[in-house]
């Protein structure tokens, strides 16, 4: 609701448009009227408003994370937007970098999310940035604000179940003050440093180099493991990273040139100078959003050459007919706009 209404200011500030979606999980009774009452709000600004219900609900947090993001973006696409706002806030990155902590993530990683991202679906969020405004907010401050404007909020009563970790962790910091202004100092710290990170992949990124066939080639871009990562999930046409000690351990084993491994459903050859990266060989090809196996676009004026011309690597999981092009380009230089996106300001208390 904080978010409805700063956007709402902002909206009547720039001109720009606005339309305001709820995700409806189909997980609780009560979500139905909680949408309606944002519905009833949005009619009262004069926005347009649309309620997203999810036609398969399972109480899984991460299961509803992944349908939440494909009806937004699905939505997103229909209206037109390039841009999708939500309102995570500075609280939401000190649980997550408790969470990770707890599970031996000692990388700037720890401080995610970060406020511009690529929707995490793929390929159903080509091309659709998810923004995140509200991350130098504490959520106290936001209901503060609410209260200025006499606005009423609903309460998720899943925010109090300490089935998951998120609430559990979010209970310790409240009983531990004192732990929690370390917490957020610790965060605020690791923000600066990831923010370098991400603006050092991104550039890395820009060096990459694609071939036609859709091979990657690190070319003169320096290897790093969060590197490969990204470029593992683009060369499989998918929306997951492989682990971080997978590519460790891909990274101790692949010395010599010409030696090759199979990760994240990635290909990776090992060059005088760094790696070819191609599509997995045992996994087959599917054609959703458009694409064909989340890496090739139908294009008339292409001229792709056939499987038994193109790279080894690539040459099992490439279209067979010409009039297709590469989309991991693309895909590329969208994450490096990112990932160079400027921090925010500091938080506010």
Not at 173 to 196: C, E, K, W, Y
Request: charged share 25%; hydrophobic share 40%.
């Amino acid at each position: 609701m904080a978010l409805l209404a700063l956007a709402h200011q902002w909206h009547q500030l720039s001109g720009r448009s606005l339309q305001v979606f709820t995700v409806d999980h189909a997980l609780r009774p009560e979500a139905a009227d909680e949408a309606d009452s944002v519905a009833d709000r949005c009619r009262d600004l004069g926005l347009t408003h649309a309620v997203l219900k999810w036609d398969a609900p399972r109480p899984s947090q991460n299961a509803a994370r992944s349908a939440r993001y494909t009806l937004l973006s699905d939505a997103a696409r229909a209206a037109g937007a390039d841009c999708i706002l939500t309102g995570h806030t500075f609280d939401d990155i000190v649980e997550t970098a408790m969470i990770r902590r707890r599970r031996g993530v000692r990388s700037s990683a720890i401080a995610a999310p970060h406020m511009a991202a690529p929707m995490p679906v793929w390929p159903i969020g080509r091309g659709l940035t998810l923004l995140r405004p509200l991350l130098s907010a504490r959520r106290h401050s936001l209901r503060a604000h609410l209260q200025r404007l006499n606005w009423q909020w609903k309460e998720d009563p899943s925010n109090s179940q300490r089935v998951f970790e998120r609430v559990r962790v979010r209970n310790f910091l409240a009983r531990h003050p004192h732990l929690s202004g370390v917490a957020d100092g610790f965060v605020r710290t690791m923000q600066g440093q990831a923010q370098i990170d991400q603006f050092n992949l991104g550039a890395e990124l820009l060096k990459v180099d694609i071939r036609a066939d859709g091979l990657i080639d690190t070319a003169t871009a320096r290897i790093s493991p969060t590197l490969l990562r990204v470029l593992a999930r683009c060369a499989s046409g998918g929306d997951s990273d492989p682990r971080a000690d997978a590519i460790d351990r891909l990274l101790a084993t692949l010395r010599d040139k010409g030696q090759r491994e199979t990760l994240g459903g990635a290909w990776f050859q090992r060059t005088h100078s760094g790696f070819l990266i191609g599509r997995a060989p045992d996994t087959p090809a599917v054609t959703t959003g458009g694409l064909f196996d989340g890496r090739y676009e139908h294009s008339q004026d292409a001229k792709m050459d056939g499987p038994s011309d193109v790279a080894f690597l690539v040459r099992h999981a490439v279209p067979s007919e010409a009039n297709w092009k590469e989309v991991i380009s693309e895909r590329l230089k969208h994450l490096a706009l990112c990932y160079q996106t400027p921090r925010l300001n500091p938080v506010q208390r």
